[in-house]
């Protein structure tokens, strides 16, 4: 019925678009993938499919044909319905998908939301290996859930040493053929505090000494509160794609799934928090969703989960 919406955004998440179209308002769900391509923009074009039940008529909306396309193909496979489909597609990009139908890697699919806790565990200890850089880099990100842009975008002064927490109040954004911006977080949500565990804030004082003597050694300067953490020789903030190239290295290096991206460490801080029994809305506050429903959308299975343990406790309960 509908082949694509053009129009303007006038409400935005990272589930769903409301597409101002000629005054009338379309309500599009949309996949982190499509999210990431339009979240910097006021108008956009959407490829869309659109779905009737008895109980609901709903639209989703992609950046490419070639996204729609592979939806179009997980929704025909028995048992992948729309929202499972658009999980798939937040996790994995379209090529990377496509390779994953290719071989018939249902394992990767398996793993949608995050690393599983073992893989986890593999990928700390690769960080290890790794220059101190890196290593606090991909560590804070696991811990503490943030963007990659978000991480790119700490200042030293952001850091509470005493309270252990992170002030996350901007973004480091990469736009196509542009340079890197630094820009405040869209919504209120996202300005947000983390919390770090006394090894994170060992590992942050180990790297903010190594930075200490780079600076000394190279310009005879001492780190300011102002400066990024993950800085350029220019003072700039490091560009989010430097971490993403090298992330892939390391995933090569060391044997480990070349699915998987930074993106994913988010998601398996966000899996093992729910897994530990943490509730939507401080998931949700941690993550920087806007609502608590934003994040029960995305990590619907986790929360499932949770749900059955926790009927399965009651029936031990009370002999039922």
Not at 116 to 129: F, R, S
Request: proline residues 2%; glycine residues 6%.
């Amino acid at each position: 019925m509908y082949e694509y919406l053009s129009g303007t955004i006038s409400e935005l998440a990272p589930t769903h678009v409301v597409l101002d179209v000629g005054g009338v308002g379309y309500f599009i769900q949309i996949s982190l993938q499509t999210y990431s391509e339009i979240e910097h923009s006021d108008r956009v074009k959407l490829f869309v499919h659109y779905v009737v039940r008895e109980d609901a008529q709903l639209l989703y909306g992609f950046a490419s044909k070639a996204e729609r396309e592979l939806f179009r193909h997980l929704i025909s496979v028995s048992g992948v319905g729309g929202n499972t489909a658009r999980m798939i597609l937040s996790t994995y990009s379209p090529r990377e998908l496509q390779g994953i139908i290719a071989t018939e890697n249902a394992v990767l699919l398996k793993n949608v939301k995050g690393l599983g806790l073992k893989t986890a565990q593999k990928i700390i200890a690769a960080l290890e290996g790794e220059s101190i850089k890196y290593e606090t880099y991909f560590k804070l990100v696991l811990a503490t859930g943030l963007r990659r842009g978000e991480a790119c975008g700490l200042k030293w002064s952001d850091i509470n040493w005493r309270k252990r927490t992170i002030h996350v109040q901007r973004g480091v954004v990469k736009l196509s053929h542009q340079e890197s911006i630094t820009k405040d977080p869209k919504t209120s949500s996202g300005d947000r505090m983390v919390y770090l565990s006394k090894e994170m804030c060992q590992l942050l004082k180990a790297w903010h000494k190594e930075c200490e003597w780079d600076r000394q050694q190279t310009a005879n300067e001492t780190v300011s509160e102002d400066d990024y953490l993950f800085r350029q020789p220019n003072g700039k903030p490091m560009n989010p794609c430097t971490f993403t190239y090298r992330f892939k290295l390391i995933l090569k290096a060391n044997n480990l799934p070349l699915d998987l991206s930074v993106h994913s460490l988010r998601h398996t801080n966000a899996s093992l928090l729910i897994a530990q029994g943490v509730d939507v809305r401080t998931v949700a506050s941690l993550l920087g969703h806007a609502q608590a429903s934003t994040t029960l959308d995305i990590y619907a299975h986790a929360f499932d989960k949770n749900k059955r343990k926790a009927q399965e406790k009651l029936g031990k309960a009370i002999g039922l």
